[in-house]
Nanobody, 127 residues
Framework: QVQLVESGGGLVQAGGSLRLSCAAS????????MGWFRQAPGKGREFVAA????????YYANSVKGRCTISRDNAENTLYLQMNSLKPEDTAIYYC????????????????????WGQGTQVTVSS
């Protein structure tokens, strides 16, 4: 079965950095566009970043642009999110999602387009 397992979350001070990972199994990873979303307490799931199947196309939410970098290693079936200059408002559970497509450079910011989700990893940024 398909599994997406996030890791790398934790408690960090404002201005610090974290690198999230999402290990995928049970799917042909290179045929999926991938995304990171987050959900803060009492709020809906929010798009953070997405990357195309080959990694050649990326897209970021304005709230993280310039501070985060999404990348993937198709040989290792792993998705990453490098987060720098973290702010307290970045505190949330971070989820990775997989979006199956025909060979494509398209990425999507809509959570409903994603077929599979991980269980999430908590990121807490203290002020």
């Amino acid at each position: 079965q398909v599994q997406l397992v996030e890791s790398g979350g934790g408690l960090v001070q404002a201005g610090g950095s974290l690198r999230l990972s999402c290990a995928a199994s049970g799917l042909t990873f290179s045929r999926y566009a991938m995304g990171w979303f987050r959900q803060a307490p009492g709020k809906g799931r929010e798009f953070v970043a997405a990357i195309s199947q080959s990694g050649g196309n990326t897209y970021y939410a304005n709230s993280v642009k310039g501070r985060c970098t999404i990348s993937r290693d198709n040989a290792e079936n792993t998705l990453y999110l490098q987060m720098n200059s973290l702010k307290p408002e970045d505190t949330a559970i971070y989820y990775c999602g997989a979006d199956w497509r025909q060979l494509s450079t398209v990425v999507t910011t809509a959570a409903e387009d994603y077929d599979y989700w991980g269980q999430g990893t908590q990121v807490t940024v203290s002020s």
